[in-house]
């Protein structure tokens, strides 16, 4: 017969090992996860670097069809401007046509991990550059982009940028291609669509031989 001091002992012994078994389990696990975590980090943060890159190009593109929808409906030019020194963009009423306050202009700072371009090709002048990539750009284009760049008033009308008409059309002067990248050199691009009637997000394209010159 076994005594009941003996029966308590054994417990204890028992409840004690499976204690210190479980405190191993745990520092195992742990273990294993601080390796994973190790072993993972840099395909997650290229995970989150890409996320932020598609986020960016898809608000850029909402914009456009912001500044397109408001340009038809408010029957007045919208512009879509890109400022990559300050690494920020936006979409306000062409200054000129009406004597108030722009009250539904809006504004957005580029992500930390993100640099964006505005693509251009031709010489290096800021006629071309606003002109956004046609090489054979007409006398009477540039005299409209100068006289449009002295009729604004806006902060941003020496920028490049989309210019909206009020029947949906855009612009001869209008940047035609901006390229989003992160610091892996990721880039997504906004570029013109084949039809040329809005802009689409490309992540690939076959117009390289085209581009010559970019505008930071």
């Not at 994973?36 to 850029?60: H, K, M, Q, Y």
């Not at 054979?136 to 806006?154: D, G, H, Q, V």
């Amino acid at each position: 017969m076994t005594s009941r001091t003996g029966n308590k002992r054994s417990n204890r012994a028992e409840k004690s090992c499976r204690r210190a078994f479980t405190l191993v389990e745990l520092m195992l696990v742990m273990t294993i996860l601080t390796v994973v975590i190790a072993v993972a980090s840099p395909t997650l943060a290229n995970f989150f670097r890409g996320r932020a890159l598609d986020s960016e190009a898809r608000r850029l593109l909402a914009l456009t069809r912001l500044a397109q929808s408001r340009a038809v409906y408010e029957g007045v030019p919208m512009v879509l401007w890109v400022d990559a020194k300050q690494r920020s963009y936006g979409v306000e009423e062409e200054s000129g046509y009406t004597d108030l306050v722009e009250a539904k202009a809006t504004e957005y700072q580029l992500n930390d991990d993100l640099e964006v371009e505005v693509v251009t090709s031709g010489t290096t002048s800021g006629v071309n550059s606003l002109l956004g990539g046609n090489r054979f750009a007409s006398a009477t284009a540039i005299e409209k982009a100068n006289a449009l760049r002295a009729r604004s008033r806006s902060a941003h009308r020496n920028l490049p940028s989309i210019r909206f008409q009020p029947d949906g059309t855009f612009s001869e002067t209008s940047a035609q291609t901006l390229r989003l990248f992160d610091r892996n050199g990721d880039t997504l691009w906004l570029a013109l669509s084949r039809n040329r009637e809005s802009y689409e997000i490309r992540s690939q394209t076959n117009q390289f031989n085209q581009w010559e010159e970019v505008t930071r």
